[in-house]
């Protein structure tokens, strides 16, 4: 057992080292790791919503091309990918960048899945609506939601476990649990508008009110805070230039997906790490000392509360699926 946040970008590559230094050969890989935040995305947080795409997105990618990797050598394996029938919408008021996030993980289950047909390895894609008696439907607090109060829709968590598990077996492209969603999907969707289809998915995933509902085309009146009263007779520049962030790696891609540019690896080595003597000579040992280090500190792993990652043997995978589960990821 591992356990890892995977909401930090680097974490996927040590779950992955840790296995490998183990002996273990992983065969079936299970991408069931999730977060939702639900409201308007504007009134999220920002590192709750980077925090998502981490696990959602960042995470799941990780996974899938590190051990996709080894199992094309393998010529077999199997990896599941959980999505959403949000991710199928045209969209998902409320829960716009899960949506988005789930969207993009079928898109990738079906790509990899072509790709990798040729190697003996199987990618499933399952899409469950709402799951109940989990632990993510109550961290994101989607047991509020309509779908989750509305009668005989909400499914059991063993259920979709046991549906993607044979799906996965046999070889299932894509698996729709539950025959609302297939109709809904399938049937109804082709044939309605689709801002009709993202304002069901929309009232679908919204908190359940009772009273009587607010008019559509009524909008909520906003006052503005003191300093943002903007002149309208005032005529913006025409070049803008960019403010000084005080902290440089909070809003860099670096920091939030760990990937390493050879362009910004150069320029902090040849400000911060080089070295002159009194002869004006350049001293390059410290760049790799500190090379060292970094190479060696990225095989430690440590355990985290939050999202965390659990490798079991597949005969109990099927014990922690659901919508998304207890936010695990099983290999």
């Known amino acids: ?26 065969d079936i890989l299970v991408n069931n790791a999730g977060v939702c935040t639900m409201g308007d995305m504007v009134d999220n947080e920002e590192d709750d919503i980077w925090r998502m795409m981490n696990v959602n997105v960042g995470t799941v990618t990780s996974l899938s091309y590190l051990y996709g990797k080894d199992m094309k050598k393998q010529q077999r394996g199997r990896i599941l990918f959980l999505s959403s029938v949000v991710g199928v919408t045209p969209g998902g008021p409320g829960v716009a960048a899960y949506s988005a996030t789930k969207a993009y993980e079928k898109s990738l289950a079906m790509s990899m899945g072509r790709e990798m047909e040729k190697y003996g390895v199987g990618v499933t894609c399952i899409m469950p609506g709402a799951v109940k008696g989990t632990s993510f439907a109550a961290r994101s607090k989607a047991e509020e ?26 070889g299932d492209a894509q698996v ?25 998915v929309g009232f679908a995933f919204s908190p359940l009110k009772l009273g009587m509902p607010s008019v559509p085309w009524k909008r909520e009146k906003h006052i503005l805070a003191d300093g943002d009263d903007f002149n309208a007779n005032t005529s913006p520049p025409r070049i803008l230039k960019l403010p000084k962030m005080e902290n440089r790696n909070e809003y860099s891609w670096k920091s939030r997906w760990g990937a390493s540019y050879p362009s910004d690896q150069s ?9 002159v003597d009194a002869n004006g000579n350049i001293d390059t040992n410290n760049n790799s000392t500190m090379q060292e280090e970094s190479i060696h500190s990225s095989d430690t792993i440590a355990p985290e509360n939050e999202h965390t990652s659990q490798l079991q043997p597949p005969a109990n995978a099927n014990d922690n699926l659901g919508e998304e589960g207890a936010g695990s990821s099983n290999q």
């Open 1 to 26: 057992v591992i356990q890892a946040d995977l909401s930090r970008p680097e974490v996927a590559k040590q779950v992955y080292l840790a296995t490998r230094d183990a002996k273990l050969r992983v």
């Open 176 to 200: 729709i649990p539950g025959w609302h969603n297939r109709f809904f999907l399938k049937i109804l969707a082709p044939l309605l508008p689709q801002r009709t289809t993202s304002s069901i």
């Open 267 to 275: 320029d902090s080595q040849s400000n911060d790490d080089n070295t």
């Open 145 to 170: 939601a309509v779908c989750w109060k509305f009668p005989f829709y909400a499914m059991n968590a063993p259920e979709i476990a046991g549906r993607s598990v044979r799906a996965m077996l046999s």
